[in-house]
């Protein structure tokens, strides 16, 4: 059984720095597809990063203007997102996704991942 499950979250001011990480358990990785969501209160779960566990191969939501990078650490089931240039709009709670078949195409699609971490609170004051 897939288990994921997200740390590195917390409070940092505006133009601050975090580094998200998703610990992910249960199965062999390989060919999958590893997604990064997240959800301010009232809002939908927006997409902001999709890995492909063999080839690296990455795609972001278009609000990461490059601010953002998505990678995984070899020898470990790790996948990790270094959030850089952090804005008060960033406030959301982050959850790690993965899906067993690969599909970049619906890398940005929440409805695709059928395993979901717990999330992680990522707070940014102004």
């Known amino acids: 059984q897939v288990r994921l499950v997200e740390s590195g979250g917390g409070l940092v001011q505006a133009g601050g720095s975090l580094r998200l990480s998703c610990a992910a358990s249960?199965?062999?990785?390989?060919?999958?597809?590893m997604g990064w969501f997240r959800q301010a209160p009232g809002k939908e779960r927006e997409f902001v990063a999709a890995?492909?566990?063999?080839?690296?191969?990455?795609r972001y939501g278009d609000f990461v203007r490059g601010r953002f990078t998505v990678s995984r650490d070899e020898g470990e089931n790790t996948v990790n997102l270094e959030m850089n240039s952090l804005e008060p709009e960033d406030t959301a709670v982050y959850f790690c996704?993965?899906?067993?078949?690969?599909?970049?195409?619906?890398?940005?699609?929440?409805?695709?991942?059928?395993?979901w971490g717990r999330g992680t609170q990522v707070t940014v004051s102004s």
């Open positions: 996704a993965a899906q067993q078949y690969y599909s970049m195409s619906r890398g940005s699609d929440r409805d695709w991942y059928p395993y």
């Open positions: 249960g199965r062999d990785f390989e060919s999958f597809l």
């Open positions: 890995l492909a566990w063999t080839t690296r191969s990455t």
